[in-house]
């Protein structure tokens, strides 16, 4: 079963790659993917943007990553100083050097669910234990408490946040600022405890490494948009510091024990985020979060999920929570292979939100068939392009 999954990956060279530009835009909707849109984007053709119409390669003064000229006078300074980023003229801001940029459509942002997971295997367990107590720890220190309204409340918004029903902005955004610190970890050292093996065993990784970047780098933009809504504190700053200290070294050796534990315990923790996004986003529409129903857009958000110029800061979170599904569906599928020999099924190619939405991950089975059809749209490029 595993050499089929690898022998699709191993033999897809770059002229391959050519070939899924012509088949994946007449295969990808009868697939179910977004697969066209991908494949386009990673390898730099030009394309037409499914949201603002706009070409995705077109020129822009926005930069992809960091804050923007926009966002506040300190950043303005930083960007435009000579050689703070580039060696471009300081009038010339631009720049594209994020891996790929998630796009969606309004269907897609609607879809995701609240999904959660039965542990079974003794692994699973102690994945799905250390995520609750990672979460009862962090709820604790942060004061957290997300009591049930009573059905028949005429409490106004500030009789809930006293009662501790809800929360207000500046708690949303600490638990947010926080988490993204965190979440941005594992991919990146996953990455590296790979990409190291790939090293010292002179053997292909197959695929993993480009997926688990993208991952580090997708949560890294999640803090850097919820960083230009407020400065940190000092005393934040130290308890980044001492958690990531902690947190980078137990994944890290955790990870060299059980890579399989590691990928269900990421995915049990993006359960939740997606269950914290989805709270979110229901008391922002439910008029219980005011100061962000109206709330613009971060521009760096715009630029990099490609948002339409008048987006809200509602749909940057409906897209945060879109990634976070994504998280949750390649790391549960993940935990499903055998991390050492199976390819990863998303290397090419990753199922749209309808599917990674609505359903927790791929076993393996359904891995080895998803690889399959990479793998004939593949084939079909190279008889299109004879
Ligand atoms: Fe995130
Ligand atoms: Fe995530």
Redesign the pocket.
Known sequence: MSSILRTALVSAGPACRIGILHSGLNLAPKLGTTFATRALIHTGQPNNNSLTGKRINEESPTGTEGFHLKDSAASKQGLTTPDAVSTLPPTIVRGDWVLFHPVYSQEEIKAVEVLQREAKTISDKIAYHLVRLTRWGFDLVSGYKHKPIPADSKMSVEELRKGGYILDEKAWLSRILFLETV?GVPGMVAAMLRHLTSLRLMRRDSGWIHTLLE?AE??RM?LMTFMTLRRPSLFFRGLVLGAQGVFFNLFFLSYIISPRTCHRFVAY??EE?VLTYTRCIQDIESGRLPEWSNMPAPEIAKDYWRLDPSANLLDVIYAVRS??ST??FVNHSFANLNTETDVNPFALREPDMLVKGRKLGFSREEAEQYVEESHQMLEHGKADSK
Do not use: P, T, V, Y
């Open positions: 979440a991952e997708n949560e999640h923790l993006e985020a990634d976070e998280h949750r």
